[in-house]
């Protein structure tokens, strides 16, 4: 057990502190506090020895220097079960509670304008040490570093008529120190990234920290029997998933979330009305028209039974009309730009849909993509690579048509969101048949065909990767589709080339692959 008979407070964020301080002192508990923190409470008539006081020394330096010092250290660190450590520490000399926030770093640097010099002087120095000091002797030191775990320490003060259980004071000490290595991560991630440090070197760093704070416990990960929950950046702006706010509908899952995100990051490949419809992480049906409303019957029609559950996103506003298309049919997610009024009327009569908006990024994101290994992380940039015309080469007698150039560019669009092997055949902007996830390119192949049935006949496609082999390009001139795009580089391209212009098809080689695993 801790008994705790004096504390030290030192507090950047005043919250609930007089109350706090003012319920410490009824338990009998001596206070002492520096700079601000002293005269906070002094100000609210509570008794209150000030750090000089205590430590015998002024502040110095402009108060950079505050609580380093070893009379204050002494009586935090000392080890209550060794006498010539309590000896050390001298007479009423030893801190039992340490209750601390750091300076207002994170605050500091998202504020507009924001100096380096600025950001600098909020560096905590002193608070960080002692959060770490006291959390180092949590058998005998209890800490204290967030305003909302006063009244569970109170709570729990009272029932130990002053004391603190071993296992309250251990798990004070893990939540301090989980915060000082995210403060250190956010400084040096700031010094860093926002001001060039390394801007020679690879993007790859030696080291890596992620700061995550936890948004959301969800019922249950990818299956019931499995535990989960959603994290976000800690000390940054929210940005892309973690901006989202849920209109209505049921608690987002674990699979919600995924595909929300699968649709999100397709959307933003467009600047026009889009319609992206995603089921397990597949993409399902993708649309580009004038008219929203449009977009989502051309992404649905690609394959509507396989819709049936899935998530829809589309990067505008919704209206009336096609909140009343949507909830015609069953969905588990709705992500738009913004729903009007008049939609947010309709989606209701679905009480269980999960209608779902965020701050529309104006690009794709272009940080870091994590997986998890057993044991391990990869770490790659994200798939940020666009068709160029430039870059485009006709390999084939026959020149693609104007239609043809711009279905093909869609689906090579469409092509980098499909699992691979992606096979991806469009027609007027619209996915028609959808192949991906199979392990030969051929069997991707039967699979859009399959799919697109008769809308095969003039369509385009799309493949992910090369083409090992000219069956495929058979496959697609058979069911009629006359042009296709690819990236090229197998050994058989000449066969394959032969095969397409056998067939009078054109096919472009864009030089770029898109596998998604």
Request: with cysteine; net charge neutral; aromatic share 6%.
């Amino acid at each position: 057990m801790v008994t705790v008979k004096q504390a030290l407070l030192s507090c950047s964020d005043k919250t609930g502190l007089d109350a706090f301080a003012g319920e410490l002192a009824k338990l009998g508990v001596s206070l002492i506090a520096s700079g601000g923190t002293a005269e906070h409470v002094k100000r609210h008539g509570l008794r209150v020895k000030t750090v000089e006081e205590f430590a015998g020394i002024p502040e110095q330096l402009d108060g950079r220097v505050k609580t380093l010092h070893p009379k204050i250290h002494a009586g935090i660190l000392a080890r209550r079960d060794d006498p010539a450590h309590v000896r050390a520490a001298g007479a009423g000399g030893l801190i039992d509670l340490v209750v601390v926030n750091l300076y207002p770093f994170q605050r500091t640097v998202e504020r507009p304008g924001a100096r380096l010099d600025e950001a600098v002087e909020q560096i905590d120095i002193g608070g960080v040490a002692l959060l770490r000091a006291a959390a180092k002797n949590f058998a005998h030191v209890a800490v204290i570093s967030r305003p909302d775990q006063y009244a569970a320490v109170l709570e729990a003060l009272r029932q130990g008529q002053g004391m603190l259980p071993d296992a309250f004071s251990r798990e004070l000490a893990v939540a301090a120190f989980r915060l000082t290595g995210a403060y250190d991560a956010l400084v040096s991630d700031y010094l860093g990234a926002s001001h060039g440090v390394g801007a020679d070197r690879s993007a790859f760093p030696e080291t890596v920290s992620i700061r995550l704070k936890q948004r959301q416990v969800l019922r249950y990960g990818e299956n019931p029997h499995q535990r989960g929950a959603w994290y976000v950046p800690a000390g940054t702006t929210a940005r892309g998933l973690g901006t989202l706010t849920q209109l209505q509908g049921k608690e987002l899952s674990y699979n919600n979330l995924l595909d929300t995100d699968a649709a999100l990051r397709c959307l933003l490949e467009f600047d026009e009305p889009a319609c992206a419809i995603i089921k397990h992480g597949s993409l399902c049906g993708l649309s580009s028209s004038p008219a929203l409303s449009q977009a989502y019957a051309r992404a649905l029609a690609c394959d509507a039974e396989s819709a049936f559950g899935g998530v829809v996103g589309v990067n505008r506003p919704v209206d009336a009309a096609l909140a009343g298309a949507l909830t015609s049919t069953f969905l588990e997610v709705v992500l738009a730009r913004a729903v009007e009024p008049s939609a947010a009327e309709v989606f209701r009569n679905k009480a269980n849909l999960r209608v779902v908006t965020l701050d529309w990024p104006v690009r794709p994101p272009a940080e870091p993509e994590w997986r998890a290994l057993l044991g391990s992380w990869l770490l790659q940039e994200p798939d940020g690579q666009t068709l160029q015309e430039s870059s485009l080469r006709v390999a084939t007698k026959r020149q693609p048509t104007e239609r043809e150039r711009r279905d093909l560019a869609f689906a090579w669009t469409a092509v980098k969101h499909v699992r691979s092997n992606g096979v991806v055949l469009v027609g007027e902007r619209q996915t028609l048949g959808i192949g991906q996830g199979q392990p030969s390119r051929v069997g991707s192949v039967r699979l859009a065909i399959q799919k697109a049935g008769a809308h095969a006949q003039g369509s385009v496609a799309a493949s992910d990767g090369f083409f090992p082999f000219p069956d495929s390009v058979e496959l697609l001139a058979q069911a009629g589709v006359t042009a296709v795009i690819q990236p090229g580089g197998s050994i058989r391209d000449t066969d394959v080339i032969a095969a397409a212009d056998a067939a009078g098809m054109t096919m472009l080689m864009s030089g770029i692959r898109h596998f998604r695993h």
